[in-house]
């Protein structure tokens, strides 16, 4: 006989089926026996005149089959694919197409999540482009706001050395106020003691005119004694020294009016002069408060971009190490439940961190457009 093995089956043709099978290497599906070899005893066997005998035995069999090798060596490659084909069972079979179903359901199962972890994946990655680019961007507007904060102080320096001139310089105006004052008062005390010169000469004169008068008349018509013996003639030159003195007071007085009127003029164009200053001062100083205010509003602005900045940084870093994490996880083969649970971890922190992101961004579109101006306005400016 000649045998072939068929999965769990023994088929056995005439001898002559050998050559027509070396020949086309197809076995023939009509064969003259076929022996089912599950749950089959297969086992070695001293038989007469067989030297490499084969027992075949089954409970259901009535009695056993006895093959025979032509040498020990395929004697015992007989007997292990004889052992071996025994073991599939139709039961076995069975179980090993559902495994088989199992494994390409879960082949298949894994395929669909590894697909939907790229795709989740290639949209967490457009959303960190996005994020990195808000990122640039803040950075952008970071330098932006330091180039304005240098200005801010510029311009406060500026203001500053200005406010220290006109400082020095009210502080001239007052300095020649008061020399003006002071130079007032002078002239007011030197006017005050001419008048009273001049009233006093005033006086005198008249004390003189009233004393020739009793002179000449007194004085007998006949008489005419020389000039210089003369009491008439010596009043008349007490009384031409009287009027050159008082008309020389009068030009001094006149003088003093005129530098009196001429220190008004100049105390109140001083005085105006220190008005406008000093308005001028003040309006530095309100714009140098206001300047102040808005830089230390700016400060703390830059302050607190650059704080979520930092955060927004930490939790990209966070996101960026989670999808790598996770990535590798996907591409790894071999894979186990601590692995399973770190890649759970990371799915929960990113959608944590894309969650959030959403969150603010519907946030941001449901405020008002007055607040929102009155938030962003600094970077307005």
Known sequence: RFFIIKE???????ESEKKSFESNKYFNIHPKGVIPLGGCIVEPKDEPNMPYAI???HEDFHGNIVLAAESEFEQAQWLEMLQESGKVTWKNAQLGEAMIESLEAQGLQLAKEKQEYLDKLMEETEELCLQREQKEELERLNQVLEAE??????????????QEQIRRELELTARSLKGVEEEKKELRSLTQSLQKTLEE????????????????????PSTSPSKEQSPIWGLHCSLRQIEEKMQQLLEE????EKRMKENEERSRALEEEREFYSSQS??????????TAEKQQTERDLKAEVKVRMDLEKRLREAEEA???????LNSLDRNKEKEEKMKADVSNLRKFFEECIRNAELEAKMPVIMKNSVYIHKAA
Not at 201 to 218: A, D, F, G, H, Y
Request: cysteine-free; charged content about 25%.
């Open 8 to 14: 769990s089956f023994l088929l056995y043709y005439a």
């Open 55 to 57: 027992k075949i035995s």
């Open 149 to 162: 904060k240098h200005q801010f102080e510029e311009v406060v320096r500026e203001l500053r050395l200005e």
């Open 201 to 220: 000469l005033s006086l005198e004169k008249q004390q003189m005119l009233e004393m020739l008068e009793e002179n000449e008349s007194q004085l007998p």
């Open 253 to 256: 007085k006149l003088l003093a």
């Open 282 to 291: 003040q309006a530095l100083q309100n714009s140098l408060s206001e300047l």
């Open 323 to 329: 999808l790598q994490s996770l990535e590798q996880g």
